[in-house]
Nanobody, 119 residues
Framework: QMQPVESGGGLVQPGGSLRLSCVVSGSSFSIKRVGWHRQAPGKQREFVARISGGSGAVRNYADSVKGRFTISRDNAKNTAYLQMNSLKSEDTAVYYC???????????WGQGTQVTVSS
């Protein structure tokens, strides 16, 4: 079981940027697909982005973040990233990552990191 640890959240003004990190231990990180999801207050958790294992050649995004967010990975560091630009108030949420298809399907998230976009 690969328990991820998310970090990098914070308070940012609209239009600002943040980079989130998702770190896991374990030797099989490089072959695992990684997903980012978020949950805003009073709302269900929703998909944000995912990246394929290996080189990360396949990347998918929710329509709401397409063109503003970029998912990437550094297998040497067992870390995945979510670069968030042009942030909007509606991006305010707790952001979670999951590593591996079975983990993502069964909700094996980390503790999450809070992102607040406000002036």
């Amino acid at each position: 079981q690969m328990q991820p640890v998310e970090s990098g959240g914070g308070l940012v003004q609209p239009g600002g940027s943040l980079r989130l990190s998702c770190v896991v231990s374990g030797s099989s990180f490089s072959i695992k697909r990684v997903g980012w999801h978020r949950q805003a207050p009073g709302k269900q958790r929703e998909f944000v982005a995912r990246i394929s294992g290996g080189s990360g050649a396949v990347r998918n995004y929710a329509d709401s973040v397409k063109g503003r967010f970029t998912i990437s990975r550094d297998n040497a560091k067992n870390t995945a990233y979510l670069q968030m630009n042009s942030l909007k108030s509606e991006d305010t949420a707790v952001y979670y990552c999951c590593v591996g298809d079975s983990a993502c399907a069964s909700g094996q998230w980390g503790q999450g990191t809070q992102v607040t976009v406000s002036s």
